[in-house]
């Protein structure tokens, strides 16, 4: 049986199950080695603004251990905040076949990355896209230490299109890529939660005719919720609603410039929701909408896909090259363009028939970027280097 070590932050939502999957198979075994130290109690989200914790298991069904993080401000959100001088020796005890690292920006993570490198195949997940690139020096020098990041990297999992065209600019190969789509728990997201979203429309007072355009997660200035806030305003039209889920440093803001807006009555507010009741919100909207500056994936577009709702994003979400197929379930536009962004809510919120047909094909679309394919990915590619 061939063993893999992964090496990655903290327990996530859209790792757990894969985790899981990986060690059901019959001809791998795997331990996750989680470099940020022990998170059990809730972990403060810098983007929520709160301390977070999730209302699902991330730690059943697989083999883990905590590592020790000695950083002296531990966190995920930079190079140092991650120090695990004990990683190296715990994972040579563990005797892999194989590393999987998710991530290299972190001082633990590269360190291990180097020490293995030649002596074990090195297998890296990540998302990140060219579609905020700058020019020049700084992105000369920072093309030259990617390229030598990814020169110890023997095969890369890619998420998407604009994924894989990252790592090839940064010289891994056609025959070092394989698809591991980004996906989430459609089969939970996907149940059918009618009566729980009838009664959230009720709530907020929107009748079964008119439309509800959503946008669910941080309120931060990459996320650019001001921008979908001032369209929506400009759209003004009655039988459209727009409601804004979460929290964040913008949240004031906000509230501040829907409270002073003609269309005040029509714009809702409400804070974080857990996991679990995530699928409610999706399946209550009619569109979702993910407005971000910069956005390596957009997984809160896969939750909404699997829930049957239409899907406008940014241009540069970078999952909008794979899974918003316009004409087909929703529309792409410009980011930082309010008037584009205006123009395809008008067009979108005429017709909620078209909606739901948008909807439908979300669902459609979304169906094959499941965990099932990730875990056998990895695991292929594990049992072929074997041979």
């Known amino acids: ?30 331990k996750v080695f989680y ?56 994972i040579k005890k563990y005797r892999p076949d194989a590393l999987l690292v998710f991530g290299w920006a972190y001082q633990s993570h590269l360190k291990i990355i180097r020490h293995f490198r030649g002596k074990l195949p090195i297998y890296f997940r990540g998302d990140s896209t060219l579609l905020n690139e700058t020019g020049g020096l700084k992105k000369t020098l920072r093309s030259l230490f990617l390229k030598w990041v990814y020169n110890h990297i023997t095969h ?31 089969e939970r997201f996907g149940l059918k939660r009618d009566e729980e979203a009838e009664e959230l429309r009720a709530l907020l007072k929107i009748n079964k005719q008119d439309i509800l355009v959503l946008y669910a997660g941080k309120f931060e200035p990459v996320k650019n919720v001001e921008l979908l806030l001032t369209a929506f305003v400009t759209l003004n039209r009655p039988g459209v609603h727009l ?39 999706y399946q209550a909207a009619d569109l979702f909408c993910l407005p971000s500056k910069s956005e390596t994936w957009g997984l809160s577009i896969n939750e909404a896909m699997a829930c049957g709702t239409a899907i406008l994003a940014s241009d540069k979400v970078g999952c909008t090259a794979d899974l918003v197929k316009i004409g087909g379930n929703g529309a792409v536009f410009r980011s930082g363009d309010e008037n584009n962004l205006a123009r395809n809510l008008q067009q ?18 979304i169906n094959d970027w499941s965990f099932e394919q990730i ?13």
Not at 5 to 29: E, G, K, M, V
Not at 352 to 360: N, P, T, V
Not at 375 to 387: F, Q, S, V, Y
């Open 156 to 186: 890369a999992f890619y998420v998407g299109e604009n994924n894989k065209a990252y790592y090839k600019a940064f010289g891994l190969k056609e025959k070092q890529l394989s698809f591991a789509p980004h996906a989430i728990d459609n």
């Open 243 to 281: 409601l804004l889920v979460g929290n964040g440093p913008d949240e004031k803001k906000l509230k501040d410039l829907a409270a002073n807006s003609n269309t005040a009555g029509n714009i809702h507010f409400m804070d974080f929701i857990n996991q679990s009741n995530m699928p409610v919100l």
């Open 348 to 365: 979108l919120t005429k017709d909620k028939a078209q909606l739901a047909r948008l909807g439908q094909q979300s669902e459609l679309i």
């Open 375 to 387: 875990a056998l990915a990895i695991e292929n590619k594990l049992l072929n280097e074997a041979t």
């Open 1 to 30: 049986m061939k063993k893999l070590a992964i090496i990655t932050t903290h327990p996530i939502q859209y790792y757990a199950p894969i985790f899981r999957l990986l060690q059901q198979r019959n001809n791998i075994s795997i």
């Open 35 to 90: 470099t940020l130290g022990e998170t059990i109690a809730p972990k403060h989200d810098p983007g929520f603004g709160k301390n977070i914790s999730w209302d699902i298991p991330l730690l059943d069904g697989y083999d883990f251990e905590w590592l020790v993080n000695i950083s002296p401000a531990p966190g995920s959100h930079y190079f140092k905040g991650i120090v695990t001088p004990d990683a190296i020796e715990q």
